[in-house]
């Protein structure tokens, strides 16, 4: 597991169109990378909605966003297309970024007890360490909270 202070992995992930992308090219900017359970479920699709809407702002301050599931390449693109998502979203097939930064945990959903991915934001600055993480996301809210956050690295 991360801690502020500690540097972006060198993990690759899988891009929904093909390709791969490795978390270190992120190095140089501010990088938002937030991890979510599953494409096109409630809280899922509005956290994605929101992180989409504010992208032109996150990007005006140089940030960079990207969206984390064990979702494969193909229902990413889906998800996208069905909402018009302009977040970019990436694959952890292997799991290696969800071990990473600690967010593979035992979940609970009447009475039953599993294993997934807990909603969690990570924010580096553009040295590629980590400033900031928030664990056990709230949806609503959360994207602009996270663009706050952009903003004041800015004046630091």
């Known amino acids: 597991m991360l801690d502020e202070g ?5 993990i690759e992930l899988t891009r929904p169109g093909g390709g791969q992308i490795d978390l270190r090219s992120n190095v140089g900017h501010p990088f938002v990378l937030y991890f979510y359970p599953k494409d096109d ?8 909605q929101d992180f989409s809407s504010l ?8 940030a960079r966003l990207l969206g984390v599931s ?11 297309d069905k909402y018009d998502l ?8 292997e799991g290696k970024a969800i071990e990473a930064f600690g967010v593979w945990v035992e979940k609970s959903l009447y009475g039953r007890r599993y294993m997934g991915i807990d909603r969690a934001t990570f924010l580096f600055g553009s040295d590629g360490k980590l400033v ?7 949806v609503p809210g959360h994207a602009a909270e996270v663009l ?5 690295l800015q004046t630091v």
């Open 70 to 80: 064990k979702d494969s390449p193909v229902k990413h693109q889906k998800f996208i």
């Open 6 to 10: 500690d540097p972006i992995p060198a």
């Open 86 to 93: 302009t977040v970019p979203l990436a694959t952890d097939d």
């Open 55 to 62: 992208l032109p702002e996150f990007e005006a301050l140089g």
């Open 41 to 48: 479920t409630a809280g899922c699709t509005r956290e994605a």
């Open 148 to 152: 706050e956050a952009v903003k004041e």
């Open 132 to 138: 900031r993480m928030w664990r056990r996301v709230r």
